[in-house]
């Protein structure tokens, strides 16, 4: 696989950035294009009035000079900085192409709009701030993230119930699920939370992870709170530096966290055929999901009834993404409850 002297030379940058409410509008204009255009850096950028949020792959080096310059305009901006996984090719794992997109909002969500700064109720913890709250009694947790991505990791309070998402979008209506306590969000690296609470109107107080899990894990790593894996949208899946495994299979139950089996992201993923939301499938049931196992698929259609009536779209798959059904909740979005609680005590 990866080379020491390889992963350690290439990173992955995640970063956002909203522009003070005193800039004008229109903002200061960053070219992010024509700034990568001579680096060995490749990614996405989202770019609206709002701000910007971008994830990127390249050397260290081209990273850090990209970074430079951003920072003369962008000031104040929290760049997250991270390794490869040393179980997959380097060239897997990095973006080929530079995507800008020019968009309305900094971050893509079911939210319409949003105040010029956080709202009265937000609070931004730092990562030790957050970790002592996690430990006092009476605040319950919200993942602000999508439900595929909770399912290899979240935080676990030892005193509070955590919140996952229930569905496949995250929107601020499903605050009202959540008891009338203190709301400790988190999410990859902050700006799901942040835009969270600058579209928020109610009355609960928000305690806002500032840097997200990723800021978290660099400093508090297994000593922490946070269990399992840290997804993320770029082409390794997840960051490397995990907390033990938290994920399981759709179909046995068994502990499973790793949506592509060892490959290269997308080569072996499993996707359900309603809504195409990522399901976890362990290997044994990926290669031998008719093959007479006990149990029911969560849509309440045995594995054998699913192998029969599907027998023709099966065709159309390919054998390494055999299509399941991810259990209801991401297909009904609407008819279900937003929200699921883990009791950590």
């Known amino acids: ?11 992955i940058l995640l970063y956002y950035y909203y522009w003070d409410e005193a800039i ?12 990568l255009s001579e680096l060995n850096c490749y990614g996405r950028i989202r770019v609206s009035n709002e ?4 994830v990127l792959s390249g050397t260290e080096e081209d990273l850090r000079v990209y970074m430079d310059c951003v920072d003369k ?16 090719s380097v060239k897997s794992q990095l973006f080929t192409e530079l995507k800008i997109k020019k968009t309305k909002d900094v971050v893509s969500s079911n939210e319409v709009g949003g105040r010029a700064g956080l709202g009265p109720r937000a609070h931004k913890l730092s990562p030790t701030e957050f970790h002592e ?14 439900g595929y991505e909770s399912a290899i990791g979240h935080f676990k309070s030892p005193v509070n119930p955590t919140y996952l998402l229930n569905t496949r979008k995250f929107s601020d209506t499903v605050l009202d699920e959540v008891p009338e306590r203190p709301v400790l969000a988190y999410c990859t690296g902050g700006v799901r939370c942040e835009a969270l609470a600058r579209s928020y109107t109610g009355d609960k107080d928000l305690y806002l992870l500032d840097g997200g899990i990723c800021k ?26 995990g907390n033990g495994l938290v994920g399981r299979c759709l179909y046995c139950d068994s502990e499973h966290d790793n949506y592509d089996h060892g490959d290269a992201v997308g080569d072996k993923e499993v996707r359900c055929r309603k809504c195409r939301v990522l399901c976890l499938v362990c290997d044994g049931c990926l290669g031998n999901p008719d093959e007479g196992k006990e149990g029911r698929l969560p849509h309440g259609v045995s594995m054998g009834q699913l192998t029969e009536e599907l027998a023709e779209r099966e065709k159309e798959e390919e054998e390494s993404k055999r299509g399941v059904f991810c259990g209801g909740n991401f297909c009904k979005v609407g008819r279900v409850s937003n929200l699921k609680v883990v009791e950590n005590k």
């Open 51 to 54: 701000g910007f949020n971008g």
């Open 216 to 241: 978290y894990m660099e400093q508090f790593g297994e000593a922490g709170y946070f269990k399992g894996k840290n997804f993320t949208f770029d082409c390794r899946r997840y960051e490397p530096n």
């Open 133 to 146: 709250m996690l430990q006092r009694p009476g605040c319950v947790m919200l993942d602000v993230r999508n």
């Open 1 to 11: 696989m990866a080379s020491l002297v390889e992963t350690t030379t290439y990173k």
């Open 73 to 88: 305009v962008a000031v104040g901006i929290e760049w997250k900085v991270s390794g490869l996984r040393d179980d997959l």
């Open 24 to 35: 004008p509008t229109p903002p200061p204009v960053i070219d992010h294009e024509v700034l």
